[in-house]
């Protein structure tokens, strides 16, 4: 495994590497999500690449950036272990030189939901995966579903750009108890991680009413409500929304003939939690 840290260099070695090549983003302090994406590019590519790199555009004023973990020797071991050829490790002054000034800037798919609750967020992550995307030129890239709306967004400027990427989703990793893996969970107190899975519960309660036959959003969003707001921990919820899975606009109705997505971003404390579930 070769771990590069320039912009030059990591355009050379996928230049000069076996095709197709496919490409992980990710921010590292891995987990098994990040390694379901790495096992699939490893199955699907001659020659797999991973980029670890903390964005710090994607993070807002207030977020989490300083305090984002940060696992370097252990993320490099896991991903020799699971056969990755090429780690592009950036510093941030590499990827935005002094006096960068070209940014990415989203349209309706990054407004609502998380585009919403964190200006900026999608115009930080869509620069920096068409960085990535420039660098490496990879014909596959893998997206987890649980950042569901991040994989909408990049989905349109792949398209809108016509970057021609294949972008390949992959489902959401679980804890037994449903907690979606993500690296914020190890923020997590004891007590707020017994009550975290009220998250996936809410959203299972939400897919049972529409299995059932509801279909006016309001009432099955109600349906997650019911759940997170019984849950004492829970200090807010930011949003439960029904959209279109492609667009991400809210439908009112929900219809049979689109691929809808339920989707959440609830407090514990200073923790915030995303997690969705798509129906269809
Ligand atoms: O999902 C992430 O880890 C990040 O948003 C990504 C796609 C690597 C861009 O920084």
Same mark, same amino acid.
């Given at each position: ?22 490409? =992980? ?37 207030? &977020? ?5 973990? /940060? ?8 991903? &020799? ?5 090429? +780690? ?36 930080? =992550?869509?620069?920096?995966?068409? $960085? ?13 579903? $649980? ?48 009550? %975290?899975? %009220? ?20 009432? +099955? ?27 991400? /606009? ?15 971003? =609830?407090?514990?404390?200073? =923790? /915030?939690?995303?997690?969705? +579930?798509?129906?269809?």
């Amino acid at each position: 495994m070769r771990v590069v840290e320039t912009c030059a260099e990591m355009m050379a070695a996928c230049r000069q590497a076996a095709r197709p090549l496919g490409l =992980v983003p990710t921010m590292g302090a891995l987990h098994e999500g990040h390694l379901s994406l790495t096992r699939q590019a490893r199955a699907d590519n001659v020659t797999m690449a991973a980029s670890i790199f903390v964005n710090p555009t994607q993070f807002g004023p207030n &977020e989490d950036f300083a305090r984002y973990p /940060r696992s370097l020797e252990r993320d490099l071991e896991l991903l &020799e272990t699971e056969g990755t050829d090429l +780690v592009f490790v950036p510093p941030p002054d590499e990827v935005y030189p002094e006096g960068f000034d070209t940014w990415i800037e989203p349209g309706a798919v990054a407004e609502g939901m998380e585009g919403a609750a964190r200006p900026g967020h999608f115009r930080g =992550v869509a620069t920096v995966v068409a $960085k990535l995307f420039t660098i490496t030129r990879p014909e596959l890239a893998y997206f987890g579903q $649980k950042d569901g709306q991040q994989v909408a967004v990049i989905r349109k400027m792949n398209h809108d750009l016509n970057l021609g990427v294949e972008i390949v989703t992959m489902p959401t990793i679980r804890e037994p108890d449903g907690l979606a893996l993500s690296s914020r969970n190890a923020y997590l107190t004891p007590e707020q991680r017994e009550a %975290a899975p %009220a998250v996936y519960r809410a959203l299972c309660a939400a897919e049972d009413v529409w299995r059932r036959g509801e279909r006016d959003a309001a009432r +099955v969003q109600r349906a997650a409500y019911n759940i997170l707001e019984r849950e004492t921990l829970v200090d807010a919820v930011d949003y439960v929304s029904v959209v279109d899975a492609d667009s991400m /606009r809210p439908v009112e109705t929900v219809q049979n003939d689109l691929e809808l997505m339920i989707a959440t971003a =609830v407090r514990l404390g200073s =923790v /915030r939690l995303i997690d969705n +579930v798509v129906l269809g």
